[in-house]
């Protein structure tokens, strides 16, 4: 298994233009999330999904947009960027059933270090 | 939403020394995870304990939920232990939705 991956893993934007952070998990997760984690700080929740369809926001999550059309895939766009989107975007993954037990632990990717100018 | 405080914020250790890393949340959880982060920047999950105690290796984390604390001990500590590591709650289970600390920086010096 890849577990979580992420694309690109840098990305330096011009202010007001947008794009697309990728990410995809392999191991039948049903729940994805997105954070962000900025200098000194801990992670904070952008935008979840709870499965296929289904997508939620969380702590911070004005000037992203999210989709879930697949099981393994929960893009994260940014339509216009800012300068205070700059910061390490880190998706994860969780909630599994394996042999009768569910698993809750949150498995992330490595990281895209955005940076907007 | 629940508050989560970590401490130290930061903590200096020799190689072979012990440490406990703390954190404190402010409301009953069904869901706690502590995360180490590399040098690196990667997020390594060490341990899902809601409640109870678990160990692996060296590690180790006792978490009592009706007092909403969990500590995470490190023992005979080494310099590949250096990094950040985080607590993070959630009232549920899934852990699709997180609330981290701000973490503990650990330096481990030769």
């Known amino acids: 298994n890849a577990g979580v991956t992420q694309t690109p893993k840098f990305q330096v934007l011009k202010t007001g233009q947008s794009m697309t952070l990728q990410c995809a998990q392999d191991m039948n997760h049903e729940y994805m999330s997105w954070y962000r984690q900025d200098p000194g700080m801990g992670l904070r929740l952008i935008h979840y999904?709870?499965?296929?369809?289904?997508?939620d926001q969380g702590e911070v999550p004005n000037g992203y947009n999210v989709s879930r059309s697949t099981t393994e895939d929960f893009p994260l766009r940014l339509l216009s960027a800012a300068p205070s989107q700059t910061s390490v975007y880190f998706c994860?993954?969780?909630?599994?059933?394996?042999?009768?037990?569910?698993?809750?632990?949150?498995?992330f990717g490595p990281g895209t270090r955005l940076t907007v100018t | 939403g629940i508050q989560v405080e970590q401490s130290p914020p930061d903590l200096i250790l020799q190689e072979g020394a012990n440490s406990t890393l703390r954190c404190n949340f402010s409301?009953?959880?069904?869901?706690l995870q502590w995360f180490h982060q590399n040098p690196w920047g990667q997020l390594i999950n060490l341990f899902y304990i809601p409640s109870g105690t678990k160990q692996n290796g060296r590690l180790s984390a006792t978490t009592v939920a009706t007092e909403r604390y969990s500590l995470l001990y490190i023992s005979s500590s080494q310099t590949t232990d250096s990094g950040v590591y985080f607590c993070a709650v959630e009232k549920e289970t899934s852990g699709s939705r997180l609330t981290f600390g701000e973490g503990t920086q650990l330096t481990v010096n030769p």
């Open positions: 994860a993954s969780s909630f599994s059933l394996n042999r009768g037990a569910y698993s809750n632990e949150q498995y």
């Open positions: 409301d009953s959880v069904n869901n």
């Open positions: 999904s709870v499965g296929a369809g289904i997508t």
